[in-house]
T-cell receptor
């Protein structure tokens, strides 16, 4: 069974703090993704990575950066947290070895509140 | 760019009744289409997916979805809802290699009345 874990379920940070959200997957997946989930907006892709040290911007990358130093770990970084980054953050992973259509496996999410 | 619309934000259904969730997409090529479910406090779980072949797709937990190209729709159905089906449901369209880059709809929250 694929397992995607996220370092915290709940996080409270102050405006201007640097915030790290960590995601680890245990299935040797090449692809990893960070989304934010807001009511009525569904999930929006922030960044994704197809390989170690590779990253690509998603639809809403502003105010975020990512790091992928090891295949199993993908970190989302908020350089200077702001209140409009209060949200639920979901990590996902997938592998092109799955075949024709690639399923993404999701972690439980981190609910971040910036005050 | 692709987009997904789920017109119903909330749906309330009685236990044992049928359920249909609507999804309309916009995408220039043949779409990869997915339905995910998110139970309270959980991550997303894939219910079913479609790329090609039979337009009626069977998924887990008794769900099915029908792809209608002429209507740009991929509606999700279940004949008889159980209380455990109360959750939020997301439709997504995939682009890129093997539909890997997903664009999600806003979600439909399903409440189940006893």
């Amino acid at each position: 069974d694929v397992k995607v874990t996220q370092s915290s379920r709940y996080l409270v940070k102050r405006t201007g703090e640097k915030v790290f959200l960590e995601c680890v997957q245990d299935m040797d997946h090449e692809n990893m993704f960070w989304y934010r989930q807001d009511p009525g907006l569904g999930l929006r892709l922030i960044y994704f990575s197809y390989d170690v040290k590779m990253k690509e911007k998603g639809d809403i990358p502003e105010g975020y950066s990512v790091s992928r130093e090891k295949k199993e770990r993908f970190s989302l970084i908020l350089e200077s947290a702001s209140t409009n980054q209060t949200s639920m953050y979901l990590c996902a992973s997938s592998s092109p070895r799955q075949g024709a259509t690639v399923e993404q496996y999701f972690g439980p999410g981190t609910r971040l509140t910036v005050t | 760019a692709q987009s997904v619309t789920q017109p119903d934000i909330h749906i309330t259904v009685s236990e044992g009744a049928s359920l249909e969730l609507r999804c309309n997409y916009s995408y220039g090529a043949t779409p990869y289409l997915f339905w995910y479910v998110q139970s309270p406090g959980q991550g997303l779980q894939l219910l079913l997916k479609y790329f090609s072949g039979d337009t009626l797709v069977q998924g887990i937990k008794g769900f099915e979805a029908e792809f209608k190209r002429s209507q740009s729709s991929f509606n999700l159905r279940k004949p008889s809802v159980h209380w455990s089906d109360a959750a939020e449901y997301f439709c997504a369209v995939g682009a890129g290699a093997a539909g890997n880059k997903l664009t999600f709809g806003g979600g439909t929250r399903v409440l189940v009345k006893p």
